[in-house]
């Protein structure tokens, strides 16, 4: 199966997810994802994502100059974010469990 | 690879980047290429010995590709569409359309109340209107984008809100009476013409006016491109009503004063007689007096004609007038000379002033003796 059909739905929750914790800037957030597992995740939708989220109103940037290479803008959940994140989250937990069942009566 | 290189590379990769983007808002390209603009360098970095274009392109994909991608993340729309590289032009022209008819009908309106000092800035956005008109009717589609524009939205919004709120009846109750207000704002618009010009060419042409407003009222409900003519014609026909009841209410104010002010300068108020003195209080006769202008201060005198016999009109500014008096046989006499004296103050500076009889040192003693204040009395009968 095809996971970057997959992740396309769930990249918003993947992003928000990993910027909980910790602000970054875009290419932070790509390294965390790839350290998290989703290897198969493109640079460019990452950027697009932040930009699409930040353009929504769930986050907010500021810029950190960078001693070596261009400056960063970092990126940080606000409340609107992190609320998404935990509807997001219960959504795609009821999601998977709905799924672990239909997946249980095939096997 | 020495780093001039790379950076050239990088650079050519990043303008084709912006090229895949160039349809989207500015501020948009900016914040993307400040972002992931910066993500390439840093990638281009981290190839270090092994950077290379292809490597680059391996690593990130084509600019165009990686455009793409990151248009589809952001939820942008597709570049490839036609609609997005000739989008801006019937934005354009679908807000020159609306502004031409807030400017026009805003124009309108101050012709009508009389603003003529505007003409011609007036007649620049008239202009502007019947472009937008022309534009609207050869491409029908215009009018679905001027009601897309966001000002349109907001104006539509604010309109509906007005109509849900307390003054929603009175704006029902309004719209009821359009059908008489398109034949009063054709009258009006007539009106105007006639005021203008009597009955002449400007006349005849808002006649022809009028009766476009007319037909414009019924068709903008239909079609929403009569709209830029009914606001305009709507507009100047409440500034003319405006006119007309503003020029009657003031106007029998302003007329009285008007005639005054027009009145005062021609005749001084003037007593029907006037006496001169010198300082010596010694009666002068014959003096002839002007206002600061120069012009005579005639006052009327009615005297005595040739014959003795008669009277007539001899209006001049000649002082004294001399007393005009009748015998016992209705024969008419003008007698001259001075009825009173006066005492001017031997102190200089201060204004002559008649002095009483108890004061008599430094008066002149008239023929008849003189009396308290400037009292007139006969000086030879």
């Not at chain 1, 261009?70 to 997001?88: D, F, I, T, V």
């Not at chain 2, 914040?31 to 970095?45: Q, T």
């Not at chain 2, 022309?134 to 000002?151: A, D, Y």
């Not at chain 2, 939205?153 to 009476?177: C, F, H, M, N, V």
Request: aromatic residues 8%.
């Amino acid at each position: 199966m095809d996971t970057s059909q997959l992740l396309k739905g769930v990249l918003d929750l993947a992003v928000l997810a990993v910027l909980r914790k910790e602000d970054g800037y875009g290419y932070d957030v790509l390294r965390r994802l790839r350290a998290g597992g989703l290897d198969e995740v493109g640079d460019a939708s990452v950027y697009g994502t932040l930009r699409r989220l930040y353009n929504a109103g769930l986050l907010t940037s500021y810029v950190v100059p960078s001693e070596e290479g261009p400056h960063r803008k970092y990126y940080s959940l606000n409340e609107p974010g992190r609320e998404r994140l935990a509807e997001s989250g219960r959504t795609w937990r009821s999601f998977a469990h709905t799924l672990d069942d239909l997946l249980g009566v095939v096997a | 690879m020495s780093s001039t290189h790379t950076r050239a590379e990088v650079q050519d990769y990043l303008n084709r980047m912006r090229t895949a983007l160039a349809d989207l808002p500015d501020v948009e390209i900016s914040e993307i290429m400040d972002d992931a603009g910066g993500h390439v360098v840093e990638v281009a970095e981290e190839l270090g010995e092994d950077f290379s274009a292809e490597a680059l392109t391996a690593r990130l994909g084509t600019p165009e590709v990686y455009a793409r991608e990151l248009r589809v993340a952001a939820g942008y729309p597709p570049a490839n569409q036609a609609v997005a590289a000739v989008g801006p032009k019937p934005v354009f022209a679908a807000r020159f359309a609306f502004w031409a008819l807030v400017a026009g009908t805003a124009a309108a309106f101050g012709m009508g109340i009389g603003g003529r000092n505007g003409f011609p800035l007036a007649l620049l956005v008239a202009v502007f209107v019947v472009w937008a008109i022309v534009l609207l009717f050869r491409k029908p589609e215009l009018v679905g984008q001027v009601g897309e524009l966001p000002e349109t939205i907001a104006l539509r919004s604010a309109l509906e809100q007005a109509e849900q709120g307390p003054l929603g009846k009175t704006i029902d109750y309004l719209k009821s009476l359009q059908p008489a207000w398109w034949l009063a704002r054709a009258g009006l618009i007539a009106i105007a013409g006639l005021i203008l010009d009597g009955v002449g060419v400007i006349f005849l042409l808002t006649l022809g006016m009028a009766a476009l407003a007319l037909l414009s009222g019924p068709r903008a409900k239909v079609d929403r491109r009569w709209l830029w003519v009914s606001l305009p014609a709507g507009a100047f026909a409440a500034g003319v009503l405006l006119f007309i009841i503003g020029s009657v209410i003031p106007n029998s104010r302003y007329d009285s004063g008007y005639a005054t002010s027009s009145y005062a300068p021609a005749t001084p108020s003037l007593p029907s007689n006037v006496y001169v003195f010198d300082k010596d209080g010694k009666a002068l006769t014959d003096v002839y007096l002007y206002d600061e202008e120069g012009r005579p201060l005639d006052s009327s005198f009615y005297g005595c004609d040739g014959n003795g016999d008669g009277s007539r009109y001899r209006d001049d500014n000649r002082y004294p007038k001399p007393k005009v008096d009748y015998d016992g046989r209705g024969h008419c006499r003008e007698i001259g000379g001075v009825p009173f004296a006066v005492s001017i103050p031997s102190v200089t500076g201060l204004p002559p002033a008649p002095t009483g009889s108890g004061d008599p040192s430094s008066s002149v003693t008239p023929p008849s003796s003189v009396s308290s204040a400037p009292s007139t009395v006969p000086a030879s009968k």
